[in-house]
């Protein structure tokens, strides 16, 4: 079965850091799109950050030069590593896993809950 586990989330404190990880399994890692959604409270879905299986990163406005998503295709995880947090960042972050074939295929991770605050 495919499965995508995230894992590095909690409280931190407004100008603080976190560093997220999607672990993989069930899918042939190194082909698929993989990026993180993000939704607070209240707030509509988010797509936060992609990254494609050649590498190539993409970011919402939101989180231009605050965010970095990279992928280690040797162990099957994808990483968002947050800095300069904001409250507004408060949110549950989940994982998916994109494979735009003929039929497109999504998976989707359990999600993780992250909290800025003082």
């Known amino acids: 079965q495919v499965q995508l586990v995230e894992s590095g989330g909690g409280l931190v404190q407004p100008g603080g850091s976190l560093r997220l990880s999607c672990a993989a399994s069930?899918?042939?890692?190194?082909?698929?799109?993989m990026g993180w959604y993000r939704q607070a409270p209240g707030k509509q879905r988010e797509l936060v950050a992609t990254?494609?299986?050649?590498?190539?990163?993409n970011y919402a406005d939101s989180v231009k030069g605050r965010f970095t998503i990279s992928r280690g295709n040797a162990k099957n995880t994808m990483y968002l590593q947050m800095n300069s947090l904001k409250p507004e960042d408060t949110a549950v972050y989940y994982c998916?896993?994109?494979?735009?074939?003929?039929?497109?295929?999504?998976?989707w991770g359990q999600g993780t809950q992250v909290t800025v605050s003082s």
């Open positions: 990254i494609t299986n050649g590498g190539s990163p």
């Open positions: 998916i896993a994109d494979y735009p074939h003929i039929t497109p295929i999504r998976y």
């Open positions: 069930g899918i042939t890692f190194s082909v698929y799109t």
